[in-house]
């Protein structure tokens, strides 16, 4: 099963965070399906191998999604037709043992950078016929979760933003949803998972039974980033297995 191997033919997408798991997957995907990738992350070998398999369609920009030198750089842009706010982290443990530092970095990677990496596209997405951001939020943006309150604190805002900015850019084409994975097997999740308590209480929360592959989350990315969805905005997909249909 596959998209249409021309669908994103002439297209410029930019991946946030591209080096590694669900990020690596969605600009391997838009690779795969023509787009000019500018594949963003600050580990250079990661983004040598993503050049390796694609030395046509990628760019690789080893920077840091939070530095003003990349936002100028992104504002410089002459067009942009697709951006994947992929960059997140995670701090898993109860609210008391929150250090002011895990709070601060949490809300500056998930919310702000966000935020700024979206403001400094827009000047490129409005030379775009028809431009779509997707944030990578997850089904943590829509319900609580044991030791993971500020994580959902910030997804949850990631959820809001996408609608706000789904309202406020529409005026340029820029349309602006969100996907919500449930847990993906990645290098941000697999050491979760050598805890079996851990294990099994995922496996009973997803009534498929099964963790979600990088490429079901880049498959709704590349959804959502093309004309297929061109009437979508200000929404999310939940790639939760249903997770949040409990
Ligand atoms: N994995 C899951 O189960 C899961 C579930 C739901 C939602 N999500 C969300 O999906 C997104 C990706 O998660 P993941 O598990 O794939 O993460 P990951 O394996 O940790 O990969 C994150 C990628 O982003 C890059 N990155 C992080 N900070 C950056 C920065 N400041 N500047 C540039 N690049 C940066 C990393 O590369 P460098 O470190 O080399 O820069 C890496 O390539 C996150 O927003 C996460 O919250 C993940």
Same mark, same amino acid.
């Given at each position: 099963m596959s998209f249409d191997k021309n669908l994103f033919t002439n297209k410029k997408i930019l991946i946030a965070g591209a080096g590694k798991g669900i990020g690596l997957a969605c600009a391997a995907m838009a690779a795969e399906?023509?787009?000019?990738?500018i594949a963003v992350a600050r580990t250079e070998s990661d983004l040598d191998k993503l050049v390796a398999r694609y030395p046509e369609r990628i760019t690789p920009w080893v920077m840091d999604v939070t530095s003003e030198d990349f936002y100028q750089k992104l504002r410089e842009l002459p067009t942009?037709?697709?951006?994947?706010?992929n960059a997140g982290i995670n701090s898993v443990g109860p609210m008391e043992a929150q250090s002011s530092e895990n709070i601060d970095a949490v809300i500056?990677?998930?919310i702000r950078t966000l935020y700024k990496i979206s403001q400094a596209a827009i000047t490129p997405m409005k030379r775009s016929k028809a431009a779509s951001i997707v $944030? *990578?939020?997850s089904q943590m943006g829509f319900v609580g979760s044991q030791g993971r309150t500020l994580y959902c604190m910030s997804k949850h805002a990631v959820e809001g933003v996408t609608k706000a900015m789904a309202v406020e850019l529409a005026?340029?084409?820029i349309r602006v949803n969100t996907v919500a994975p449930t847990f993906v097997?990645?290098?941000?999740?697999e050491p979760m998972f050598e805890d079996e308590a851990f294990k099994s209480f995922v496996? $009973? *929360?997803i009534p498929l039974g099964r963790l979600a592959k990088v490429e079901?989350?880049?498959?709704?990315?590349?959804?959502l980033l093309s004309d297929l969805a061109s009437m979508i905005t200000g929404t999310s997909i939940k790639v939760d297995g249903g997770w949040t249909a409990r």
């Amino acid at each position: 099963m596959s998209f249409d191997k021309n669908l994103f033919t002439n297209k410029k997408i930019l991946i946030a965070g591209a080096g590694k798991g669900i990020g690596l997957a969605c600009a391997a995907m838009a690779a795969e399906y023509g787009a000019d990738v500018i594949a963003v992350a600050r580990t250079e070998s990661d983004l040598d191998k993503l050049v390796a398999r694609y030395p046509e369609r990628i760019t690789p920009w080893v920077m840091d999604v939070t530095s003003e030198d990349f936002y100028q750089k992104l504002r410089e842009l002459p067009t942009l037709d697709g951006l994947v706010n992929n960059a997140g982290i995670n701090s898993v443990g109860p609210m008391e043992a929150q250090s002011s530092e895990n709070i601060d970095a949490v809300i500056d990677l998930n919310i702000r950078t966000l935020y700024k990496i979206s403001q400094a596209a827009i000047t490129p997405m409005k030379r775009s016929k028809a431009a779509s951001i997707v $944030n *990578m939020s997850s089904q943590m943006g829509f319900v609580g979760s044991q030791g993971r309150t500020l994580y959902c604190m910030s997804k949850h805002a990631v959820e809001g933003v996408t609608k706000a900015m789904a309202v406020e850019l529409a005026d340029h084409n820029i349309r602006v949803n969100t996907v919500a994975p449930t847990f993906v097997l990645t290098p941000m999740t697999e050491p979760m998972f050598e805890d079996e308590a851990f294990k099994s209480f995922v496996f $009973n *929360m997803i009534p498929l039974g099964r963790l979600a592959k990088v490429e079901d989350i880049a498959n709704s990315c590349t959804f959502l980033l093309s004309d297929l969805a061109s009437m979508i905005t200000g929404t999310s997909i939940k790639v939760d297995g249903g997770w949040t249909a409990r």
